[in-house]
């Protein structure tokens, strides 16, 4: 498989019910990398068993019948959404899953309604590529919001929807 950046409607979206062994492994690998980079008090990924709630819709990305990338949203009021465990497998990242993912849950997000989304990620450099997808889609640095704390690690983005 060649590196090339794929076009959003080029994966198969689906709304998941985390019983897939590769999507509860990407999940997996992704709360190990939050242990890895983040402080242990700044690890806010939601492990399999919370993001089966029911407040929290999550999403899968397939590619050729290969898991691409997983996303969340978690509601918060009737006017608000959280993204969570945004991740994209390591065969492609950089490729335009995690953004096909996005793209998905800002579109949910507006069918609900809600008129703000919001998200919790590091600042540090592992966190780098995914503040910049976010940023090119609206998503600007704001106060905390629900229990995260302000800080030198984490940063709260959001945007309001149209």
């Known amino acids: 498989m060649s590196g090339e950046r794929l076009p959003p409607d080029a994966f198969r979206l689906i709304e998941d019910d985390l019983t897939a062994p590769e999507v509860v492994a990407l999940l997996q690998q992704h ?27 999550f999403y899968s990305a397939w590619h050729d019948g290969q898991l691409a990338a997983v996303g969340a949203i978690r509601h918060i009021d009737d006017q608000r959404g959280e993204l969570k465990s945004m ?58 919001f629900g229990d995260y704390l302000p800080g030198d690690f984490s940063i709260c983005l959001s945007r309001n929807l149209d």
Request: charged share 25%; aromatic share 8%.
């Open 31 to 57: 709360l190990d990398e939050m242990h890895q980079f983040s402080p242990p008090e700044m690890v806010h990924a939601m492990p399999v068993e919370r993001l089966r709630q029911t407040d929290v819709t």
């Open 87 to 144: 991740r994209a497998s390591d065969l492609f990242r950089g490729r335009g899953a995690g953004e096909a993912v996005l793209l998905q849950l800002m579109a949910e997000a507006r069918r609900r309604g809600y008129r703000w989304l919001g998200l919790e990620t590091g600042r540090t450099e592992p966190f780098h590529p995914a503040l910049g997808l976010y940023r090119k889609h609206g998503f600007s640095e704001c106060a905390p």
